[in-house]
Structure formats: C-alpha cells, structure tokens
C-alpha cells in the first residue's frame, strides 16, 4: 500500500480519504464503547464526511492554515472527528487531557494563542474562567450543547448539521506544521512540541512494522487523546494503515477491560505498565475466565516496565508484553521490543533500523557498552519535532553535535539492547505521565497557608514514581487534615488531577542553594534515606 500518492502527506487526508479511495470505505474504522457499554460503529467512510464537515465548519468561522485548534474532550468519537478535520483544513491541532485545571489550560492555551476550543459542557466552565485571560480565543464548540449561547460559545451538533460533508485537503507539504502537544520540564512552563504531518511515515512504519498491525486486526490503543500515544497510536498510525480499532469511553477497570479484549476480539493491545502493574493485583480468578484466542500481542509504553509484569503477563495470560519508548518530542517508537526480537525483561529493547541511538557522557563524549549517561538520537528521523512553539533558544539547547539530548538517562549493553536509568532532570514519571514539579509547587503557593513548597518523585510500586511535596507554612497557620484535602483539592483544580500529591510532608523549610534555586536532589535524599551529598551551596537557616 502506498502511504504518500501524489505527494500528498496530509495525515487527516490519509487517515480518511485515501481509506476510501483504497476500497476502504465500508471497512470499520472504529467501533466506540461508552462506559455503559453501548456501541456505536464509525467506517472510513462515516470518520472521512464526519471529519469533513468539522474541517467546513473550521472554514466558516474562519479558521484557517496555521491556526491553533484545541480539543479538551474526555474519550468521544468528536474527538476524532475534529482532529482529522483540523488537519484536513492545514490547521494545528493540539490535545488536552481532559482532567486539566485552569491554569494547567490557561498555561497551553496561552502559550499557543489558541483560537478554537472543542470541549463539552462538564469542562466548559473551566474554559470559561479562564476566556478574559485567553485573547486570541474566538470559539468554543461544545460538542453536547443543542444551541449556541453566544458569538463565542457554539454549538458543535449545529454547526456539523449546516456544514457540507465535502471537503478536499489541499495539496500539503511534509513540514506543514500538524500537531501540538504540551510536556513539562523541571522548571517553567510547559514545552509546545510541535510536529509536521512528515511525521505519518514514521507512525505508519511503526504500526506496521512494532505493533504489527495490518488487515484484519482489531487495535485497542488505552491511552487518552490528550498524550502523544493517543493521537501517534490511537489515530495517526493505525488509521494510515486502514486499521480498525476500539475507543473505548472508561478508565481503568479490570473485568471491563477483559470483557473487551475477550468479546470484541482485539488482535493488539497497547496500554501503560501502571494498568498492567494494576491487574497484576487483580484476583487471578477475574482474569483466568478470559481465555483471548484472538490475542497476538501486547505492547505497553509511558514508562520502564518491570520485569515481574512481563512474567506475570506470560504465566497468567500466555502473552509476552512488548515495552516501547518514545517521546512527545519523537513523536514515534524508537527503540523497542518487538515480536522477532528476543525479549530481555526490563530493557528498553533495541533501536529501529534507521534510528541511530548513543550513550553520550556530560562532555559530549560517545560512551562504550556498559557505560551509563545521557540517551541520544541522532536528529532527522521523519516523526522528530520541529520545534518547542515560542520558545526557539530551549528547542536549540536539546541539540548537541547533531544529537537530540532526551532528558533520560540509559546503557546499552554489548548486544545493542538499552537500559532506562532514569530522567536527568528533575521531571516525575508517574502512571506514564510527565510532570513538572515547578506546575505542582507553583500551585501549591497559591494556597494562602502555604509559605514554601518543594516537590519531588519517590519511587513508587504502582505507579514508577509518585508526586511528594514538602510544604512549609506561614507561621499562623497550623497543619490539619482539613488543609491537607484544601490543598490536594486546589493542585488538581489547578494542574490536573495526576499532578495531585500522594504525600504531602511538612516541614520547617525547604532546602534553597545561595540563589534561591529549589535543592530538590536534597529533598529526595532525605525522603529516601540517602546521603544529601554536598550542601556547601544550601542557604543558612
């Protein structure tokens, strides 16, 4: 199958339109699953008018090439749908995870100059405390609203049912701006990894060639739309290759979960080593029922995933589990286990063919097997971002020598297989998400009893890493559990609700150096015991 005819690398065009034009039209392509268990069947053809009308509707407002579009939509088929249109129309469409507070929206929403939201009414009040600080928003589509409200607040049903389900993408280049997406770092605002619709031929060649996806296969990709994997793996690469798949509109929950995979028959599972560590604590009886025939493969990603999970997996389901890594910023699977390869648990697997990897030490030198230190790509594989939106200096610094520097930290071993070791900032892991610890201490100053605040990732079973803060308080204040619920309330009001601590510990100040920089390697010696090294530079009491 030719993935690029005629030049044409519009992925909302390939993931629809070329479906058809393959003879794909009345192929599923995905089937939604409400948390109630109904179900409602999407075609290529149904996800190519649908996508259309959303791409005409664009039009109408006058929305256009390079304009900035939002989706903050819980799992919805509306999602797909105007993801792909805004693609179709040459606009950029970023994704927000549904459970973002305000200032988590106000900080992405900001930064891009966003001129269309596409929400629903359970978040519409969130958009709407935040809109006098949002000057470039025109339109806010709610996708269950019957009427429009306002000039401003739309009724998504509306303008779909004026729009004409007829559109063309426009012949487009392969570093035509696509998709944003937003990660944090350690410190300041979150990151607008931008990427071109290039990036289809690594996503395609992925699905194919890791998750082994093709004819016939029913793909269950778990993770939300408002993270890389859901939009690389749960839209771009299946849907290039004229996948059919499952969305389905729950959380976790195990007997859910299985009744799925067991009575949809889903080929290739692709889901985060938290859920898989989560059924490991299943009562074994719940999963024994559930024999899977169709099964094939089982591929996790967001996080290392231990050992035990990949043995649990193959003594309980019969199945290995394939771990992947990538990132926002690559856009796509770079190195990997993968059907073929022989399994080593715990290692991050093996390069692709084409993606050139390294060990690379502070200096700059390249490292020998064995060695541990910074996880490098050498730059332009086609799925790489093209830049951290507004901010060209930072894009510019994660590049050295023509290697992109990753943030994490690894070794490879003499056969060529990687080892994760960890990050090399400070950012936190946890249940396969990337969070900064200046959003979460940022937040919790703004709880009037708090005077300082310090944030660290602990090591955690369940999770990889959990969010701990240390909060100091003002001195007429004193610690309750009525304060402790204000403040875990306020940070997931705020951030979101994974940034939310697991701990909160008080103490009488947080460690500073002489600059006032935050000594979080010393907060997180101290919560795990370890030695705090040299504190020649930590402010005098």
Sequence with gaps: MDLIVN????????????????????????????????????????????SNRFANALAALGVGAGDLVFTYLPKAPEQFFSFLGT????????????????????????????????????????????????????HILVVDLDAHQSGTVLSYPLLIAQASDDFTAAPTAPETPSVLHYTSGSTGKPKGVLHVHRSVLHQARTAGEVLQLGDGDLFWCTADQGWVTGTSYGIIGPWSLGVSQIHYGGGYDAKAWFDLLESEGITVW???????????????????????????????????????VIHWSK??????????????????????????????????????????????GSDGEVLGDNCQGNLCIKRGWPSMFRTYLNNDQVYGQKFRDGYYYTGDTALRDPDGYYWFKGRSDDVINTAGHLISPFEVESALLEVEEVAESGVIGAPDELLYEKVVAFVSLHKQYR????????????????????????????????????????MRRVLKARYLGLDTGDISTLEED
């Excluded at 995905?30 to 149904?46: A, C, L, T, W």
């Excluded at 859920?275 to 990603?301: D, K, N, Q, T």
């Excluded at 389901?317 to 648990?345: A, H, K, S, V």
């Excluded at 610690?479 to 008080?506: C, D, F, G, M, Y």
């Design 7 to 50: 030049g044409q690398y519009n992925i909302g065009h390939i993931c629809t339109r070329q479906q058809c034009e393959q003879g794909r039209a009345d192929r599923l392509a995905f089937r939604f699953i409400s948390v109630q268990r109904q179900k409602i069947d999407y075609s290529f053809g149904d996800l190519d008018r649908e």
């Design 87 to 138: 693609l179709k129309l040459q606009a950029i469409c970023g994704t927000l995870f549904s459970n973002f507070g305000e200032e988590a929206l106000l900080d992405r929403l900001g930064d891009a100059g966003a001129k269309v939201v596409v929400t629903k009414k359970s978040l519409l009040k969130k958009v709407l405390r935040i809109h006098d600080r949002l000057p470039a928003l025109r």
């Design 270 to 308: 692709y889901s985060a080593p938290t859920a898989l560590r989560m059924l490991m604590r299943e009562e074994p009886a719940l999963l024994s029922g559930y024999p899977l025939p169709r099964l094939r493969h089982i591929f996790s990603v967001g996080e290392p995933l231990n050992p035990e």
């Design 315 to 360: 003594s309980t389901l019969g199945r290995d589990i394939y771990d992947t890594w990538f990132q926002t910023e690559t856009g796509g699977i770079m190195i990997t286990n993968r059907p073929g390869l022989e399994l080593r648990p715990g290692s991050m697997g093996t390069p692709l063919a084409g993606i050139e990897a390294a060990i690379v």
């Design 479 to 518: 610690w309750s559990r009525e304060l402790e619920l204000k403040i875990r309330l306020h940070v997931s009001n705020r951030a979101s609700s994974i940034a939310t601590p697991q701990e909160i510990i008080l103490v009488d100040a947080v460690p500073k150096n002489k600059s006032g920089k935050i």
